[in-house]
């Protein structure tokens, strides 16, 4: 690992840095770890586009917003997955499903045997919208230049969408999540095909426990498609 490489990584994604000296350790682990071989050129332009989404102007979300939450996990990864928008947990750490849902979220790739090493986690919006509303059709459109982007730029196989905010904002109005969800649809974004599949958001599950057994199916079909893909 190039130390170069470590300083770019250290910028990108809000840094880990909070802890005692002991975890440095685990830290700079957790970076090998993650990045694997990220190209150089992969890097920059994730930093690019993270330059960019801060430099936006007179929005209500930044302005009201403590932190940029741009991504976490590996950007090598063929997995992407897009929440709605950071909550006031991501917002204090500057990253993506660090409160209650993303526990939740952990726990359902645990349930197919993946992780924030083998995924790359991010938001239609990256910074917190005010009292935890969500994105208005104009913020979402805002953002989705970006969103695009940084899917181009990860090149996913496999976009896995949760809740109803990234399947609108990534599919479109005339669904609702309930019937889009657990079905595959084959999508050009920019320039990457990529198959997307949309599930229950972990937040809507924690309030309705009884539509688990629909995400578990999701979950269980995007196992499958790893297998199909040979994804490691
Ligand atoms: N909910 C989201 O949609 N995204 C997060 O990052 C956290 C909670």
Not at 46 to 52: G, P, R, W, Y
Not at 132 to 158: A, G, M, S, V
Not at 189 to 207: C, D, K, Q, W, Y
Request: aromatic letters at 6%; hydrophobic letters at 40%; glycine letters at 6%.
């Amino acid at each position: 690992m190039k130390n170069i490489k470590k300083k770019i990584y250290h910028k990108l994604i809000n840094n880990e840095l909070r802890y005692n000296n002991k975890s440095l350790v685990r830290y700079e682990n957790n970076i090998i770890k993650k990045l694997g071989n990220v190209s150089e050129d992969k890097l920059n332009q994730l930093k690019k586009l993270k330059i960019k989404i801060n430099s936006i102007k007179n929005c209500d979300l930044k302005n009201n917003a403590k932190n940029l939450v741009f991504a976490d996990g590996n950007p090598n990864s063929l997995i992407m997955i897009i929440g709605e928008g950071p909550g006031a947990n991501e917002d204090k750490e500057g990253k993506p499903f660090v409160g209650r849902a993303g526990k939740l979220l952990d726990k359902m790739l645990e349930a197919i045997k993946l992780n924030r090493n083998n995924v790359y986690i991010s938001n239609v919006v990256n910074f917190r919208p005010p009292m935890n509303r969500r994105p208005t059709d104009e913020e979402i459109k805002r953002y989705l230049p970006f969103l695009n982007k940084h899917i181009e730029i990860i090149n996913p196989k496999i976009l896995f969408l949760l809740g109803s905010t990234a399947l609108n904002a990534l599919i479109g109005n005339e669904t609702v999540i309930s019937k889009a969800r657990g079905k595959w649809i084959s999508k050009k974004i920019g320039e990457v095909n990529t198959e997307v599949i949309a599930s229950f958001h972990p937040a809507f599950l924690m309030r309705q426990p009884d539509q688990k057994k629909y995400a578990w199916e999701d979950l269980k079909m995007i196992r499958k498609k790893i297998v199909q893909f040979k994804i490691k």
